[in-house]
């Protein structure tokens, strides 16, 4: 039996330690971080957050393949501000080497711009560390920073949010770049990760323009955009109660969508248990909507491949999966 924790990754303590940075900076919570522009007169905040593509680099790295790792590094990014009701508009990148290598580099600014191109954000600038030593031969690390605006008005903080709300799923292109320590751990043989890794290495959907599109349909029925969860780290069940009232929880039905055949041939080799499944992977849901149940039709009618995935409820700020 693999688990998460086995495969060196303790997210409970992960939680402890974000737990202790939140006592310290009160500003810190949410999918991203937002400052009010005084100069603004209160109208507007600049929406902020950080993030990095994690090991999944490992297989670009086993395949020497870089060309698509670029869109996910700018796709955990800017997902993330549009849970907040920002709209991207700035992009900074941090690439770090222990030897630049012209060809492979070009290829992986290439992946950010296009993902600034789907992000709607402009490729500000960066940094480009060549640190001789630090890293192994044809290793590197990366980790984007993007920044966007938000009217105060439009700010998505759950506040909206009631029971008998709808819930409703977007699809992902796959594992997105969440879980991959496990993964390798399941797949510790070389010649079986090679099998699987350009599956793997479908870069993360980016929901910019989906989530733009549906806003606009909304706001032409008088509908209301509630709440959004972008599903990363600790998957659905971690994910989705941060964008709920405290006292309020959900319910997900599990048959509302089919995982992914990848996830469950991952889930039989490594003879991973159900509850990891779901705290490790997004299971084929990139992003939760929320919104009115009035207000459902329009989502499903706008955004294809949206799926109604289950409600909100009464009770724990949890995830009840059935």
Known sequence: ?????????????ADRFTEFIQKRSRAIGGFAGLLPIEETGGKYSIVASTDGVGTKLKLAFLLDRHHTIGIDLVAMCVNDLLCCGARPMLFLDYYATGRLDLARSKKIINGILEGCRQGESLLLGGETAEMPGFYRPGEYDLAGFSVGIVKNSEILDGKKVRPGDALIGLPSTGFHSNGFSLIRKVLDDKKLLKKYAARLLTPTKIYVKDIKKLRAALRGQKQDLLALAHI??????????????????AVVYKDAWKTPAIMREIQKLGDIPEPDMWDSFNMGLGMIIVVRKTAGKTVLKTLKGSMLIGEVIKG??????R
Do not use: F
């Open 1 to 13: 039996m693999t688990t998460y924790k086995k495969s060196g990754v303790d997210v409970k303590l």
């Open 316 to 321: 724990k700020n949890e995830v009840v999966l």
């Open 232 to 249: 990363t780290g600790a998957g659905i069940p971690g994910n989705l109660p941060r964008v709920l009232p405290r006292h309020l929880g």
